[in-house]
């Protein structure tokens, strides 16, 4: 069974020790009672979710703050992935981490309870700007965290990196990917902050004049990064993600690559056999539905071949290596150039979109404009 035929199974913890100015996940603080109750429901959510035991590969604990589970927590909830699917010994398992709710003995229980991969949001390694986000730890924390991580016996380790963050320069941008860069992670993610329309970093920065440096700037910022960690020895292999030879993150390389996958939790979602579903949103709803015996899917739909072939198409082109044509009309029937080719070609001729062969990609310049290319297919 090829990689991408088996499942990845995601599982959402939405408990946080604070809530970040800038977030807009489904998630609330901690409360050690309805984290109890929550991982009760999750490990019965599973169990009942594997009839026929079906394959999976990946398990991905996100959030949230996933390392604000107990380390028998992660084992009771692996353990109960295990038992409802065929999960391959060469499992990638990841939980990601906020450096301030590690020491090296609670990394070593995630580790000894079958978790292999950890994602720290380390979002900057300058002290100013992790404080303009509100987040709890220091640039001096998530350094120690990672030694922890590998003292622990990781040897899979990716860092989440924030740019364009309010005040931050390009060169500012660069010492944090150049810090990083200096812990030798396995993987990295860049993401651009978005500032969705009610965010308190809105009024943050309004009240103490922040602003955030031109959109010049912040294409300057993501193609220096990506140039730097190339000459460091990482692969580009997506839009916002790097990794050493290797390590690419084989959960994540589901979404894109047009891959099947189970959410488990409130507000997760899934995708499998052509059908999309997402879990109610609310946690003591969660809860209580599952307790009761009831299902917790909502807004549960058949997607047609169109928007099979459009989301294909459209996370395809994320990764550096694109989309396979021939792959795609295999699967969907459907020709792709004769279908998009007309409105494709003013990309091809701006030099942004690459088409030799059955393949169809986006270089780095034209990932900055990605959207408009991928408004083509939906
Ligand atoms: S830690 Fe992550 S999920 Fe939690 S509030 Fe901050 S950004 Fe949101």
Not at 227 to 244: C, D, F, H, K, W
Not at 348 to 361: F, K, N, Q, S, V
Request: charged share 25%; glycine share 8%; hydrophobic share 40%.
């Amino acid at each position: 069974m090829t990689q991408s035929a088996r499942l990845g199974l995601y599982l959402h913890i939405p408990f946080c020790s604070a809530i970040c100015n800038y977030c807009n996940f489904n998630r609330g603080l901690f409360d050690a009672d309805l984290k109890a109750r929550y991982v009760d429901a999750l490990v019965r959510e599973i169990a009942r979710a594997g009839e026929g035991r079906p394959a999976a590969d990946t398990i991905y604990f996100g959030g949230g703050t996933p390392s604000l589970l107990d380390p028998p927590d992660v084992a009771r909830i692996v353990a109960a992935c295990g038992e409802a699917f065929d999960v391959a010994a060469d499992r990638e398992v990841t939980l990601e981490a906020n450096p301030e709710t590690v020491t090296v003995e609670r990394l070593a229980g995630f580790r000894d309870a079958g978790v292999n991969r950890l994602s720290f949001g380390v979002q900057s390694f300058r002290d100013e700007e992790l404080r303009r986000l509100s987040r709890l730890h220091s640039a001096d924390r998530a350094r120690s965290a990672v030694r922890e991580a590998r003292a622990a016996g990781f040897d899979n380790v990716s860092l989440d990196l924030m740019m364009w963050l309010p005040e931050q320069g390009v060169d500012a941008w660069l010492e944090s990917v150049d810090a990083a860069i200096g812990l030798g992670p396995e993987h990295l993610s860049l993401y651009l902050l978005e500032i969705y329309p009610n965010a308190p970093l809105k009024e943050d920065m309004a009240r103490s004049r922040w602003s955030q440096a031109p959109d010049e700037d912040a294409a300057a910022m993501y193609l220096t990064a990506m140039e730097r960690l190339e000459r460091a020895g990482y692969e580009q292999y997506e839009i916002s993600n790097v990794a050493r030879p290797g390590r690419r993150s084989r959960h994540n390389l589901k979404y894109w690559i047009d891959g099947e996958w189970l959410g488990f939790g409130c507000g997760a979602h899934s995708t499998r056999g052509g059908v999309r579903w997402k879990n109610v949103a609310s946690t003591e709803d969660y809860v209580a539905r599952v307790s009761r015996g009831e299902g917790v899917a909502i807004e549960a739909r058949r997607l047609t071949l169109d928007e099979r072939l459009g989301d294909a198409l459209f996370t395809g082109l994320r990764l550096a290596e694109g989309v396979d044509l021939d792959a795609v009309r295999t699967r969907y029937g459907v020709d792709v150039w004769a279908r998009y080719g007309t409105e494709l070609q003013r990309f091809l001729e701006a030099g942004w979109l690459h088409h030799e062969g059955p393949r169809l990609w986006l270089d780095r310049q034209g990932m900055l404009l990605a959207h408009e290319v991928m408004t083509v297919f939906v």
